[in-house]
Each structure stands twice: as C-alpha cells, then as structure tokens.
C-alpha cells in the first residue's frame, strides 16, 4: 500500500483504478506483468493491452475499470506499471480529492 501525503496509509478504495485515465506501459512494466502471469509478453501485450496514439497502455474493462481491477483488489499487484506505484505520492500533477479521497 502506498503511504499518502499526510503518512496515513491508503486505505484501498481502489478509485486510482476506476475511470478514464489511462494507465501507461513502458517496456519494464510490460516484461514484468508478463512475467508474474507467466506469459510470454508478446501475449499479454495482445490480451491486456491496446495503444492510444504511440502509447502502450492497460486495457479497461466495463464501467472503465482497469482491466486488472477485481474484488479482491489488483490482479498483478505485485508486479503492477510504474505508473500504479508513484501514485498519489510521486505524481507529476496535483492530485485532487476527486482522483484519491485520501490525498
Ligand atoms: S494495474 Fe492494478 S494498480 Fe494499476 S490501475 Fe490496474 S488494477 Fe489498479
Ligand atoms: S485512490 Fe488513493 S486511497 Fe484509493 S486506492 Fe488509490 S491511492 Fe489508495
């Protein structure tokens, strides 16, 4: 979980994995995925993700949650997109309470 401005902890709404932002790849995080769902990564490419202009980037499922999005919480947390894991603390733009209700 990652620890919030104030160094109260998350408290795993799982609204950073809901909506229409989109969630970038870089090759890293495409080999890591892959990895940790024991696939080769030109397949989890072609199952889990699409391009937007000449970015990689998750595929969503319906309601535009993220396509790794379940009950339970994140499919590949552990080895979930950098994108995933400077969220809220280390991100490039202000982020509201509309985007984390914990920031
Ligand atoms: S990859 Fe995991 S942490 Fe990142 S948006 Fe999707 S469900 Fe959330
Ligand atoms: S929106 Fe904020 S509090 Fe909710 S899961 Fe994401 S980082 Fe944690």
Redesign the pocket.
Known sequence: MPMMPDNTTCLNC?Q??RGKGL?YLNHDDEVRAAQYLRMERRDFVKEYCKRSDNWMV?KSKEALD????EKEG????PA??EQ?RKFPVNWPYPVTNEDCPHS
């Not at 993220?66 to 999005?69: P, S, Y």
């Not at 994140?74 to 947390?77: N, S, W």
Request: proline share 6%; charged share 20%; aromatic share 12%.
């Open positions: 799982r950073c994995c969630v998750l993220c396509v790794f999005l994140c499919r590949i947390y979930r997109p995933c």
